[in-house]
């Protein structure tokens, strides 16, 4: 089975930048999530998708974040504009609905 | 939301057991998680509980459960310096992982 895929690995951008996030969720799995890590920090809940509503958002900065999963498939997060402190690993994960996440290798965000 | 909280480092030499601990909120958790993070990797599943369990072995690993407590731990037996990582307590809150901030296992040999 093919794993949750992101692009891209890394991303590099100046402060006041926008930069969006890719991911494909394994087929089939109808719960989405993305996650900020930020160094020396765990994972922490953005967005929590199921198909294509929003279940949990209140973790989201909505001013500068933003999020969308057309279709009930792929999801892009989007950030406009970047500040330093967004710099983190973001990561995008799926289950089918109750436990079976799967992770993806993530998005290497630096904001210079 | 409250933390999910956990001791950030531990130290230990190879061939000994590792403990690590950790502290959740949710009591009508249904599964409380354990991942692995190695350095500049994915978060890998280790293992994980049901919350109706007191324990779980999965050959090196034993998971313990004081719901009571909301006390969780991790004893890697015989812990090798591949174990080297950060490791992750996790509760499931409604259909979401909320995470600890990790605890850094460090294995000298």
């Known amino acids: 089975e093919a794993g949750v895929a992101q692009s891209p690995r890394y991303k590099i951008i100046e402060k006041r930048q926008s930069v969006a996030f890719w991911c494909n969720p394994i087929s089939g799995h109808a719960t989405l999530y993305w996650y900020q890590q930020i160094l020396g920090q765990g994972p922490k809940l953005l967005i929590q998708f199921q198909n294509n509503g929003v279940v949990d958002d209140s973790q989201l900065p909505k001013d500068r974040f933003s999020a969308e999963r057309l279709k009930g498939v792929d999801s892009t997060l989007k950030i406009q504009p970047a500040k330093l402190e967004d710099s983190a690993v973001y990561l995008c994960a799926s289950s089918p609905g109750s436990g079976g996440y799967t992770f993806g290798s993530g998005t290497r965000l630096t904001v210079v | 939301g409250e933390d999910v909280e956990q001791s950030l480092f531990l130290s230990v030499r190879e061939g000994d057991s590792s403990v690590i601990n950790c502290t959740y909120t949710d009591s009508s958790s249904t599964y409380l998680y354990w991942y692995k993070q190695e350095p500049g990797a994915g978060l890998q599943l280790l293992t994980y509980?049901?919350?109706?369990?007191d324990m779980k072995q999965d050959q090196r690993l034993t998971v313990l459960l004081n719901k009571k407590d909301k006390h969780l731990s991790l004893r890697i037996a015989d812990t090798q310096t591949g174990d080297s990582a950060i490791y992750f307590c996790?509760?499931?809150?409604?259909?979401?992982?909320?995470f600890g901030k990790g605890t850094t296992l460090s294995v000298s040999s």
């Open positions: 996790a509760e499931s809150r409604g259909t979401a992982l909320i």
């Open positions: 509980i049901f919350s109706n369990m």
